[in-house]
Nanobody, 129 residues
Framework: QVQLVESGGGSVQAGESLRLSCVDSGASSSLCMAWVRQAPGKERERVAYIDKDGSTTYGDSVKGRFTISEDNRKNTLYLQMDSLKPEDTAVYYC???????WGGGAYCPSRQPHEYTYWGQGTQVTVSS
């Protein structure tokens, strides 16, 4: 059973950094993982995702500032957030879904936030100016 648990959120000043962590207690290392955020009054936005070959994709608003990574030995997904801005304030969710394809050909397609099956409880990130 997939169970995603985020940690690492908090309140910081603009320009500071935070690192979010997401542990998959179900140890489903085969899943496609991503980070999604939702700011008050705004739609959910996919921040970053990581493919099965380790390649990464970022939203334009965080490119160059955020880094997604994973440690499969620990079943943990990370989001390193640097140079934070007030507009990064949001609830951040760790999300996951099953890859497409088989065996060595499995890959993680680009998905819209609502297309992810598994969600963590979310962690609040607040950036003040």
């Amino acid at each position: 059973q997939v169970q995603l648990v985020e940690s690492g959120g908090g309140s910081v000043q603009a320009g500071e950094s935070l690192r979010l962590s997401c542990v998959d207690s179900g140890a489903s290392s085969s899943l496609c993982m991503a980070w999604v955020r939702q700011a008050p009054g705004k739609e959910r936005e996919r921040v970053a995702y990581i493919d099965k070959d380790g390649s990464t994709t970022y939203g334009d608003s965080v490119k160059g500032r955020f880094t997604i990574s994973e440690d499969n030995r620990k079943n943990t997904l990370y989001l390193q957030m640097d140079s934070l801005k007030p507009e990064d304030t949001a609830v951040y969710y760790c999300v996951a879904d099953h890859p497409l394809g088989w065996g060595g050909g499995a890959y993680c397609p680009s998905r819209q936030p609502h297309e992810y099956t598994y969600w963590g409880q979310g962690t609040q990130v607040t950036v003040s100016s």
